[in-house]
T-cell receptor, first 114, second 109 residues
Framework: DSGVTQTPKHLITATGQRVTLRCSPR?????VYWYQQSLDQGLQFLIQ???????AKGNILERFSAQQFPDLHSELNLSSLELGDSALYFC?????????????FGPGTRLTVL | GQNIDQPTEMTATEGAIVQINCTYQ??????LFWYQQHAGEAPTFLSY????GLEEKGRFSSFLSRSKGYSYLLLKELQMKDSASYLC??????????FGPGTRLSVLP
């Protein structure tokens, strides 16, 4: 158990819909990272937040957005969903902003878009 | 593109040593991650290399050559539980990183 929690565990929705994935970091960690893993694209870094502010951006689509709240939990919002958005979404947390810190991954949310 | 190259699959025997290679483009390079991921599970951090040379951490070691755009992960005394995918991820331009396609390692008895 990494100490990072993600909800929900599974999510099934339809094309065109909007969903919100939630992540609570390990106690004391200030950075949250979001990743997408699909069979055809592999593991992709989406975005990093540190202490409420966006810190780094990877391959995040414009239809996707994230935020980190004052209590440090984070939400990833996916809108206008397409079939290709079906994937496992992981969040990870680390103690500070620097990229070289060990990241601890949550168990993931499996999103299925029908 | 990032042109990160890893072998797709490798097979080794329990107790043996295996080396998993990763090559990448060197422009803007800062450092390189190695992660382990068991099937159906989240990735687990193994190492982050910044300097040239070998860093040892128990049965796992990671090597980096910045000028050659080359890294490898060395796994010694292989155990069945080491069967997993191993992902390298070069970091460039400060905070931007991309994962390689991963190497699926099968450890046989």
């Amino acid at each position: 158990d990494s100490g990072v929690t993600q909800t929900p565990k599974h999510l099934i929705t339809a094309t065109g819909q909007r969903v919100t994935l939630r992540c609570s970091p390990r106690s004391g960690d200030l950075s949250v990272y979001w990743y997408q893993q699909s069979l055809d694209q592999g593991l992709q870094f989406l975005i990093q937040y540190y202490n409420g502010e966006e810190r780094a951006k990877g391959n995040i689509l414009e239809r996707f957005s994230a935020q980190q709240f004052p209590d440090l939990h984070s939400e990833l919002n996916l809108s206008s969903l397409e079939l290709g958005d079906s994937a496992l979404y992981f969040c990870a947390s680390s103690v500070s902003a620097e990229i070289y810190n060990e990241q601890f991954f949550g168990p993931g949310t499996r999103l299925t878009v029908l | 593109g990032q042109n990160i190259d890893q072998p797709t699959e490798m097979t080794a025997t329990e107790g043996a040593i295996v080396q998993i290679n990763c090559t990448y483009q060197t422009s803007g390079f800062n450092g390189l991650f190695w992660y382990q991921q068991h099937a159906g599970e989240a990735p687990t951090f193994l190492s982050y290399n910044v300097l040239d040379g070998l860093e040892e951490k128990g049965r796992f070691s990671s090597f980096l050559s910045r000028s050659k755009g080359y890294s490898y992960l060395l796994l010694k005394e292989l155990q069945m539980k080491d069967s997993a995918s191993y992902l390298c991820a070069p970091v460039r331009d400060g905070q931007n990183f991309v994962f390689g396609p991963g190497t699926r390692l099968s450890v046989l008895p």
